[in-house]
């Protein structure tokens, strides 16, 4: 297969998930519940975490505090609003009738995530979009309808708000505590952002531009692992109907 072949394969490939996307973006805009929890839930916790008394270490309290909420949008916009559109599409049959066509299975699936995913890098433009995508789409594999969504996803929610130095430094937490806090899939989206935006995670001073790429090392590797776990998980399980 020549270059201008995969040339051709990709630009249709971009135009049909750009179709799939349009058709959710009008389905997302009339979901009110969808556009709370994308666009207001944020400045709740906003709210609740401005008014905490939080010590972010080598970090600015302010530049802890941002950088946690960018984490929180990524949460519920990026990985709840998922869960229950994946969820939604597969009981309507919706993803088994975009199946019969010729789109792949990825298409469809980066397709129906594309406002979801606009909506959270249009709040924050932040790494980590992918994993917490393929995060949502095994999700849905446990969870039968779109109600129950608030149950199986709150598990995830409340464990990365815990333990992903959103909230609380994870270098306050009991080292045991803390070197398990750190695998989580929204650790190292936290960890990465505050290394780029601000040099260190907060654990440390400040690094130069060379010493960061050091320091992003580690959680780079935890962040590609969650990708090919969720990858994997998706390609195995994931369903495409309703379960009956």
Known sequence: MNSRTLSRAGAAGLRRIRSVGGAELLLFIRNRTAMFNALV????????????????????????????????????????????????????????????????????????????????????????????????????????????????TLPILLVCLVGSSVMVPVSELPDTVAAVARLLPLSPVVELMRLGWLGTAGSSTPAGFVGVFGLAAAPAAILLGWVIIGVAAVRRWFRWEPRR
């Open 41 to 152: 839930l944020p400045v709740g916790f906003a709210v609740a975490i401005w008014s905490a008394d939080i010590d972010g270490g080598a970090l600015s309290t302010n530049a802890f505090l941002l950088t946690g909420l960018c984490a929180v949008v990524l949460l519920i916009a990026g990985y709840y609003n998922l869960v229950t559109t994946y969820v939604a599409r597969r009981e309507d049959l919706v993803l088994k009738r975009l199946r019969v066509g010729e789109l792949t299975d990825a298409v469809i699936l980066a397709g129906t995530a594309g406002p979801s995913v606009a909506v959270a890098l249009g709040q924050i433009v932040l790494a980590g979009t992918v994993v917490f995508v393929l995060l949502a789409a095994a999700s849905a594999i446990f969870t039968r309808t779109v109600e129950t969504a608030q149950v199986t």
